[in-house]
């Protein structure tokens, strides 16, 4: 008894091989999105604090306070990742660092956001 035919086959080769070329694409565009002038927005508590510049050579340390709160947010090298934090689950920390348009950073305890936003994207307010 034979499950498969041959046009099944081919038909499930044609559709995993649509499925990943739409996925690489995907992605390519995701990366090259932030072609433009990238930065990095701080909101705590909803209100945005402070926007900084995220470009090769530029280096600082922000203690970002809220209440009986704390994050080190540090930037480097085009990148920023929160250091330090005193919320208990630590997940803002463990993100890492991001430097890719439309990636962020959430600390929900401490109510800290950071977003990084492209100035010169192509992307509208809806694809992001």
Same mark, same amino acid.
């Given at each position: 008894?034979?499950?498969?035919?041959?046009?099944?086959?081919?038909? +499930?080769?044609?559709?995993?091989?649509?499925?990943?070329?739409?996925?690489?694409?995907?992605? =390519? %565009?995701?990366?090259? =999105?932030? =072609?433009?002038?990238?930065?990095? #927005?701080?909101?705590?508590?909803?209100?945005?604090? #402070?926007?900084?510049?995220?470009?090769?050579?530029?280096? #600082?340390?922000?203690?970002?306070?809220?209440?009986?709160?704390?994050?080190?947010?540090?930037? *480097?090298?085009?990148?920023?990742?929160? %250091?330090?934090?005193? /919320?208990?689950?630590? @997940? /803002?920390?463990?993100?890492?660092?991001?430097?890719?348009?439309?990636? #962020? @950073?959430? /600390?929900?305890?401490?109510?800290?956001? +950071? *977003?990084?936003?492209?100035?010169? =994207?192509?992307?509208?307010? +809806?694809?992001?």
């Amino acid at each position: 008894m034979k499950i498969l035919t041959k046009a099944d086959v081919w038909l +499930i080769i044609f559709l995993l091989l649509f499925a990943f070329v739409g996925i690489g694409l995907g992605l =390519s %565009r995701l990366v090259t =999105s932030g =072609s433009g002038t990238l930065s990095a #927005q701080i909101s705590v508590g909803g209100k945005i604090m #402070q926007t900084v510049p995220l470009r090769e050579g530029y280096r #600082q340390e922000i203690e970002v306070k809220n209440g009986d709160h704390y994050n080190t947010i540090e930037i *480097n090298y085009g990148k920023i990742h929160i %250091r330090e934090a005193d /919320c208990p689950d630590q @997940i /803002c920390v463990r993100s890492g660092w991001i430097g890719i348009a439309t990636q #962020q @950073i959430v /600390c929900l305890p401490n109510r800290v956001v +950071i *977003n990084i936003v492209a100035t010169d =994207s192509d992307l509208d307010g +809806i694809a992001r």
